[in-house]
């Protein structure tokens, strides 16, 4: 998904062409409303016993729900211009709410204050870094492309982590996470900013459409740089 490439050339019709502005505003107004809907979703879920058990006590349902999650989300960022907007916004409500039922574990695992705290420390920090990448004349590829690269080593290291239990490895992972993310939410803005650009004199269902992707890449962005911040802020009820 931080790899995808645009040509604009390949969608190019004639049509009317779309506000920028509104278009950006979108692009934040759908990932609010796609963090909204995982909050809720795993608010709600922490409060059944029930729902828990069965997610998180049968481990194939909480690997189907996993699988479930990056399939959708995979097929999503790779189909969504060949979606109509309609279907593919629906898939993405989908995809929000599959992630509030595996997150709904942070509810048990940690304090409500320090996921509040965690939450503002999260959004402050995301939207500086989106400001950052929003006004910024520096060409932020090169960026990007080393973050990639670097949020594999992370995987890789969090699989390793897995099997061997070392608290320096998970300490250091952490701090590369919200490292990672921190500046993916810059890149990312920059990239979602000149792709709507570019894709002023597209079709409206199109730039909507690129403008979804985009919400969903901040989606994942904001989600992630919370969780790593999470191991940092957070307080075991414990």
């Known amino acids: 998904m931080y790899n995808q490439s645009y040509d604009p050339a390949a969608y190019r019709s004639e049509s009317r062409s779309v506000s920028f502005p509104a ?4 692009v934040y107004l759908w990932m609010t409303f796609a963090l909204v809907m995982t909050g809720l979703t795993a608010a709600a879920v922490a409060t059944q016993p029930q729902l828990i058990q069965a997610i998180f006590a049968n481990k194939l349902v909480f690997w189907g729900l996993m699988i479930a999650e990056l399939g959708l989300v995979f097929y999503l960022s790779a189909r969504i211009m060949t979606m109509s907007f309609v279907t593919a916004g629906l898939s993405f409500a989908v ?3 599959l992630n509030g039922l595996t997150l709904s574990f942070i509810f048990l695992a940690y304090t409500m204050e320090s996921i509040s705290t965690t939450f503002f420390v999260t ?3 995301f939207g500086a870094m989106s400001l950052v990448g929003y006004t910024t004349k520096r060409d932020l590829g090169t960026l990007g492309r080393i973050l990639f690269m670097a949020l594999i080593g992370v995987i890789i290291a969090t699989l390793v982590n897995m099997f061997v239990h070392s608290s320096a490895l998970q300490f250091a992972v952490s701090i590369l996470g919200v490292l990672i993310f921190t500046g993916l939410t810059a890149y990312d803005t ?3 900013k000149m792709m709507v650009t570019q894709s002023n004199a597209l079709g409206e269902e199109t730039v909507m459409k690129l403008a979804l ?3 969903l890449t901040l989606y994942l962005d904001f989600i992630n740089l ?3 911040l999470l191991r940092f802020f957070g307080s075991s009820r414990d």
């Open 23 to 26: 278009v950006m505003r979108n």
């Open 95 to 97: 995809y929000a709410i």
């Open 123 to 125: 959004a402050g920090t």
């Open 190 to 192: 920059q990239k979602i």
């Open 213 to 215: 992707l985009g919400s």
């Open 226 to 228: 919370f969780l790593y």
